[in-house]
């Protein structure tokens, strides 16, 4: 990410960021105009969360408490645990 120097106007570059917060960020800027080279630092943080990813729906289903997790599954029982989730789904 690139941004603006608050001195010329110029594209600064990244010369190294660290971690403030798990979501603020503390970047250093480098002026690449030559004349100027100011050095400055920017604080880039989340502001708003648009869509959160619906993880613990689709990659982890609730466990379920008849069918041990250690069980070794067939066939067979893949076959019967799906027809009965899909019944539950049902009301
Ligand atoms: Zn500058």
Known sequence: MAL???ECGQVAYTRTSSYEAPS??????QCRNLDCSCTFTALESVEKIIMKPHKSVAAEPEPRSDVPVLQPQTLGRYGSAYTHKDRHAQP
Do not use: D
């Open 4 to 6: 603006k120097c608050p």
């Open 24 to 29: 603020v960020k503390r970047t250093w800027y």
